[in-house]
């Protein structure tokens, strides 16, 4: 086996472990991470959890998490073949994510949940029922606004 072909392996193995699923609950976080760490923001809803190199923060609604924030060390980098898993073990069997309003934006097939990368933060979050259309509506009128009476 070739050194790229086990590092990408080795990647893929890091992130399908270091991703919490969006609609876990938080005990079922709790197992894969361990307990919080102090926030230095705290914040009721949020709760921040260290795991190998990751630093983890995960907003939870009626005791799910509906958003997960996701970064590695101090220099927050996130390599391809990783956010490649994160995207993955966040999609339930019958979908795939697919690129949306950018390089570094998806939106997942069935419509609920959505994910970007942005300075070197991966962060994943559920989508309510019509959300993402409203989303979309709100940026179509935006961009007509920009050229009325022209």
């Not at 919490?20 to 102090?38: D, F, K, L």
Request: no cysteine.
């Amino acid at each position: 086996m070739t050194v790229r072909a086990t590092t990408f392996i080795a990647a893929a193995l890091l992130a399908s472990s270091a991703s919490a699923r969006i609609g876990e609950t938080e005990a079922q976080i709790a197992q894969r991470y361990g307990q919080p760490v102090p926030a230095a923001n705290p914040q009721p809803d949020r709760k921040v959890y260290k795991f190998k190199d990751f630093t983890i923060s995960v907003v939870f609604r009626d005791g799910r998490s509906v958003q997960e924030q996701l970064w590695k060390g101090e220099e927050m980098s996130m390599e391809p073949s990783i956010i490649k898993g994160l995207l993955g073990a966040n999609a339930p069997a019958g979908t795939h994510w697919e690129r949306y309003g950018g390089d570094n934006s998806w939106k997942r097939s069935d419509g609920k949940a959505m994910a970007d990368l942005v300075a070197g933060t991966f962060t994943v979050s559920l989508l309510k029922k019509g959300e993402l259309e409203k989303a979309e509506k709100m940026l179509d009128q935006a961009e007509k606004d920009k050229t009325k009476g022209f």
